[in-house]
RNA sequence: GGGCGGUUAGCUCAGCGGUAGAGCACUACGUUGACAUCGUAGUGGCCACUGGUUCGAUCCCAGUACCGCCCACCA
């Protein structure tokens, strides 16, 4: 039965991947041979909603690639698959489900939406499988992880234990000491309610608005007020009865704690540590709030004082903590202005005394504290900065400037004379209607400024004071430092050592970024205030009275924490705890807190409840390689799959996942997870931009592999894989590596239409190189060596894209446009049945090598081609290298190819009809290429159209071609322009005499052949000698022509 | 502000000490026992700029100019 014309990729590649799959074809271990060494990758696991996007495609891609290159050598492979359970991601795309009914989350209990989310998992969670397996990903599905397996509320067939790994690993580094709780400052997303990771949050550069106002000194003092230009010269001197600050969140002022200056600024000396007043809320209960000196204020910038308000600032939380500042916080979980507690009066009066230090508040004291004023509370925090702003305005302690035309008012907002140039930058703010004569309006600065945006939720990050819990990742840092240097150091001296216990990244300068965050980490929130997620295996009690301040408790806090992996360990060791005088049981869910006590205080009854929160998705997937492989049970697998070998992965996850890999497993199992880590780019659009759904410029790779077939996109980012390097994908590139395939399907039809696929009942893979003697045939061989050669290199070094063009330059320029062809005159004759043996080798070899690249159309041609015992994803992955190299017949075809060049050039330029065959005439040859001629003149005459050769001398009127050892004419009396035909041979003259006067040049020199390798000089030598008898050729030919004309 | 890249043919990119390559696009011509998703031939480059090292630099070093990315607390 003929083989189709074109391989129909839309029909072949369900049926080839079920095939697969059927076969247990991708099974760990599946294709290995007897005690061979193993390889494993883990799949970065996307997200359980998500779909394929082009960088899956891409990542994944590149993993199935060395995946399938493994296996066909007979490695004991797995690459193992599993999604992520992607914590607010996922919870994300289930509560917008809930919108659309009107309903929320907090409707309904944790369980029934957690028990959600399972639905949404189920029902979707197979989707980005499904497009894996269109891609050709050769992942053993038989082993599919999920980061949230065999959690307590996990459906049926949810089983598995990545759970107990999480919770294992937590209780564990929380009794090391490396996971800790406390009240920190923490990036707070007000739109899902929940703490984030430094990670999380993106800076967005927006048009920023600094308001200038002034805080009236405690008492209606005053002082000197002087600024200075660079040279010390007084530039303004006036009397001040305040301070004046400048804010981008009037807002916050409110909690202000404080307000810094730098402790060589002289113009606020006379100043420091007075009182000044917070100019906002109801005047009786303005609250007084220290002048202090902080390193941390820029004298330069703004007015040089800064506002302290440790509670919505990371700075000033700093500042408040070394100056034992009191941080208030003023807003709630969604970013709005508190509404709680007592009414403003009372919580002034504390917040007073405690500025004037005749008070002193703990931490939760602090903490319930509510210093919003009556008419603030419960204001978004945009809105209550508007009120913030029209009260400060109304009372005139606005910093105001004149408009229109005017200069700031100097007077009030000083810029220093360091800084003289900064006062054009600023301009005031919103122009207002003109009118006649200078106005005053407060002065607001606009300034480009970087606001945190929460990656996922996109709205304005509140820095948060919140109870949280942390990784103590300070003290598991190390290790994952050192075990990259030292990877990275071997590399580097080219003695790496898969098996030495360190870890390589590539390309080199992304080890450095990893570098450079690891040496600069800081603590890891890792608590979510979430319902999606793996809770937190703690459970508080009271603490015991005498423990408040002891040393293991320094901030005096009430709640004592029982961490354990269940709650029966939890409770019995709460029991021990209190002892018999106490009545231990579990708060279930939903019942009040209550502590009941003895007579003597002594807890009689306690309840313990469960921390809410669940952890950082990252901390689970942190654990991805050892948890998929069983961890912490010493299974098979683990023990023989782990540390696996590559990580393949997107640089933009280096610091979320690579980075918190190493240090978990590290940490846990005191391992490195693998030795290599491959850090690929991004794919972009064609124009470079990344692709996004809002710029709407995404391909769709299901779209592609619709369009083109898996193969050619395959192929395409295999290609552009350059290391390092961003892709930008077009879809003509594609559509050209489609053809690719093409091509080589139709090479294939020609040797089934010639016999050349009959393997007279052999099993092809037993089919052995053919002992051919042809140099044609040898010459291929020899040329498919050196492709797999060079294929194997590229691939040992992860240089995927160079391994693509090798295959491509190999199948395309020298099987289909050279082999093929110079096969065709020897389907009969004497060499018919070696030359047939020969295709059919070289054919399977082009299959073989292709099929990790191009898995699909590879399979089919292997199967179409012959009885096979084992299918091509099988097939062992050939060993062969330069013995099967002929020098001879390679030089010997080199000088046909580059004579049949020739010859078609000259034809082309002096437009001979294409058609037209013509005769030869050898008019000098040496003896290798009157046996080069002699071997291969059938090939010679039919692909350079000729009619028979003759020796002799050139004829009137002919075309000169000059090779390697001889020349010929071609006789083109009466066809041939003489003139045309004289300025064709110049041009290749000029040509080469420009390349030989280089050459003469370099060889004139002694110094170049004093220094230069010897070989080099050589090469220089024949170089010039084989150019300069062409030149002489050239030259005669040329004045036969002017002998004629 | 700190760090890391990039600048090579019209476009997208390889190459990275021995005098420049691919794909696409473009032009001309189409023929042989697979292939028009094709064939053959061709056009097209002071390898960003300026210095330095070297016998020799697109490649190494230093600086300049643009472009891009990452990190960062200027109120």
């Known amino acids: 039965m003929p083989m189709e014309k074109t391989f129909n990729a839309a029909e072949a590649e369900a049926r080839l991947y079920d095939a697969w799959e059927k076969s247990g074809a991708f099974k760990a271990g599946a294709n290995a041979r007897e005690g061979a060494e193993t390889f494993c990758i883990m799949i970065p696991p996307p997200n359980v909603t998500g779909s394929l996007h082009m960088g899956h495609a891409f990542n994944n891609t590149l993993q199935d690639i060395l995946t399938r290159w493994h296996r066909m050598r007979g490695f004991d492979t797995l690459w193992q698959p599993g999604q992520d359970h992607a914590g607010i991601a996922t919870q994300m795309v289930v509560e917008r489900e809930l919108a659309l009914s009107n309903r929320r989350r907090t409707d309904m209990s944790r369980e029934e939406f957690t028990a959600l989310v399972w639905d949404q998992k189920k029902k979707s969670g197979g989707t980005i499988i499904d497009q894996l397996k269109r891609l050709g990903a050769s992942c053993d599905w038989s082993r599919n992880a999920f980061t949230m397996s065999g959690a307590p509320n996990a459906p049926a067939g949810e089983e598995g234990n990545f759970h107990d790994a999480v919770i294992k690993v937590f209780v564990e580094m929380y009794n090391k000491g490396l996971i800790y709780r406390g009240k920190r400052l923490v990036n707070w997303d007000p739109h899902f309610e929940t703490a984030i990771s430094d990670l999380e949050v993106e800076q967005v550069e927006v048009q920023g608005q600094m308001w200038h106002f002034k805080y009236p000194l405690a008492g209606g003092e005053t002082y000197e007020y002087v600024e200075r230009d660079a040279d010390g010269n007084v530039t303004l001197r006036e009397t001040r009865d305040y301070i004046s600050i400048a804010t981008t969140r009037p807002e916050t002022m409110l909690g202000d704690g404080a307000v810094a200056v730098h402790p060589a600024d002289e113009r606020y000396a006379p100043i420091v540590g007075k009182l000044c007043e917070i100019p906002v809320g109801p ?185 949280q819990w942390f990784v103590d990742t300070a003290k598991i840092v190390e290790p994952a430092l050192k075990a990259v240097r030292d990877g990275m150091a071997a590399q580097e001296a080219g003695s790496f050592d898969e098996k030495a216990g360190y870890t390589r990244i590539l390309p080199e300068r992304d080890a450095k970024t990893y570098f450079h965050w690891l040496e600069n980490i800081e603590p890891w929130c890792i608590s979510r205030q979430l319902w999606w997620g793996h809770q937190i295996p703690v459970w508080y009690g009271i603490r015991l009275e005498e423990n408040l301040h002891s040393e293991d408790n320094p901030t005096g806090q009430v709640l004592k924490p029982f961490c354990r992996s269940t709650e029966e360990e939890a409770l019995e060791c709460a029991i021990a705890y209190y002892g018999q005088r106490t009545d231990v049981t579990l708060c279930k869910d939903g019942e009040p807190l209550f502590f009941d006590v003895h007579e003597d205080g002594y807890p009689k009854t306690v309840k313990l409840y469960r921390d809410p929160d669940v952890l950082d998705t990252w901390f689970s997937s942190g654990l991805w390689p050892i948890g998929t492989l069983g961890w912490p049970e010493e299974t098979e697998e683990l023990k023989k799959y782990f540390p696996t070998d590559v990580l393949v992965t997107g640089f933009d996850i280096i610091f979320f996942w690579v980075a918190r890999m190493m240090m978990m497993q590290l940490a846990v199992v005191d391992k490195v997870p693998f030795h290599t880590v491959y850090v690929h780019a991004l794919v972009r659009d064609e124009k470079g931009k990344k692709m996004s759904k809002s710029l709407g410029n995404v391909l769709d790779p299901l779209d592609l592999i619709e369009e083109y077939g898996a193969d050619a996109v395959r192929f395409t980012l295999t290609a552009m894989a350059a290391m390092g390097r961003d892709l930008r994908l077009s879809k003509d590139r594609i559509a050209g590596y489609r053809n690719f395939g093409t091509k080589i399907w139709n090479a294939t039809r020609f040797a089934e239409m010639n016999g050349a696929l009959r393997r007279d009942g052999v099993a092809t893979e037993k089919l052995q190189k053919p002992d051919a003697t042809h140099t044609v045939n040898r010459w291929i061989i020899g040329e498919t060596a050196r492709a797999r050669i060079a294929v194997d290199e590229a691939l040992t070094a992860y240089r995927f894209n160079d391994a693509a063009n090798t295959l491509y330059a190999f199948v395309w320029g020298k099987v289909c446009d050279w082999y093929v062809e110079f096969s065709k005159p020897l389907m009969d004759g004497d060499h018919a049945e070696e030359t047939r043996a020969t295709m059919a080798w070289v054919l399977d070899q082009c299959y073989i090598l292709l099929h990790p690249i191009m898995p699909f159309i590879t399979e089919e041609l292997w199967a179409l081609t012959g009885e096979r015992a084992k299918m091509l994803v099988h097939a062992d992955w050939p060993a062969y290298g330069t013995e099967l190299i002929d020098e001879a017949a390679d030089r010997e075809m080199n000088w046909v190819i580059s004579l049949i060049d020739e010859i078609r050039s000259a034809r082309a330029q002096m437009h001979v009809p294409a058609g037209l065959k013509l005769p030869i005439v050898q008019t000098s040859l040496d003896e290798k290429g009157s046996k080069a001629w002699a071997n291969n003149a059938p090939m010679i005459e039919r692909l350079a159209r000729l009619d028979g050769m003759t020796e002799g001398k050139a004829p009137k009127g002919a075309i000169t071609i000059a090779v390697e050892g001889g020349s010929f004419a071609i006789p083109l009396e009466g066809v041939v322009d003489i003139a045309e035909e004289k300025s064709r041979l110049s041009r290749t003259l000029e040509k080469l005499e420009k390349d030989l006067n280089g050459l003469r040049g370099r060889l004139g020199n002694p110094k170049f052949v004093e220094s230069a390798p010897e070989d080099i000089v050589e090469e220089t030598r024949e170089k010039l000698e084989l150019g300069e008898d062409e030149a002489t050729k050239l030259k005669a030919a040329l004045k036969r022509l002017d002998e004629i004309g």
């Open 283 to 467: 005047k009786e209960h303005r609250r007084l709030i220290p002048i202090i000196t902080d390193e941390y204020p820029d004298p330069t910038f703004g007015s040089g004082a800064v506002k302290i308000t440790g509670a919505h600032d990371f700075n000033d939380y700093g500042v408040a903590k070394r100056n034992d500042i009191p941080c208030y916080r003023l807003m709630d979980t969604k970013a709005a202005m508190r509404d709680d507690g007592a009414p403003y009066a009372e919580a002034a009066a504390i917040a007073m005394a405690v500025a004037k230090g005749e008070r002193q508040l703990s931490e939760a004291e602090t903490d319930a504290l509510n210093l919003v004023p009556d008419d603030l509370r419960g204001l978004d925090r945009y809105e209550a900065r508007k009120r913030v702003v029209e009260q400060i305005t109304a009372e005139g302690l606005a910093v105001m400037v004149e408009v229109p035309g005017q200069a700031r008012d100097a007077k009030d907002t000083p810029a220093p004379a360091s800084k003289p140039a900064s006062a054009p930058a600023s301009k005031p703010g919103p122009a207002p209607a003109p009118e006649p004569g200078p106005r005053l309006i407060p002065f607001v600065e606009q300034n480009k400024m970087m606001q945190p945006h929460g990656d996922r939720s996109k709205v304005v990050i509140e820095p948060m004071l919140t109870d």
